[in-house]
């Protein structure tokens, strides 16, 4: 495929199998897409507390080093904050958490596409 659209996916399936769910997503998202195809990958934020209930949170470091360290293989393209949208359980509980939306990573990665790369990068259609 030519794109993935990871919301609040990766951060639960990280924790799976004993820690080692974290190295299957990537690898499943990795082998799905085609060599030069984008994952946009949207998980909770560790700069601010963790919600109970809510998103798991992740450090920029963790979530750049699972995709990009020697097992992910893929380029982090621009990674940014961002909040996750309002939810009827966001909007029940957010009085407590300074009354916004939980903190997010949004991370889009591109898996190497070694025709392109010879040829300066360029992402072939």
């Known amino acids: 495929v030519d794109f993935i659209f990871d919301q609040q996916c990766f951060h639960c399936l990280r924790t799976v199998d004993e820690g080692r ?41 963790e979530l750049v080093s699972a995709f990009c360290g020697d097992e992910g293989g893929m380029h982090l393209v621009r990674m940014w904050e961002t909040r996750f949208d309002p939810s009827p359980n966001y909007e029940e509980r957010k009085g407590e958490y300074g009354g916004v939306e939980p903190l997010a990573w949004a991370a889009l990665f591109r898996k190497p596409d070694p025709a392109g790369e010879a040829s300066g990068g360029v992402i072939r259609p």
């Open 21 to 61: 769910g974290e190295a299957r997503a990537v690898e499943v998202t990795r082998c799905l897409l085609r060599p030069g195809g984008m994952a946009l990958v949207v998980v909770g934020n560790s700069q601010e507390p963790a919600w109970e209930p809510g998103p798991s949170v992740l450090s920029a470091a």
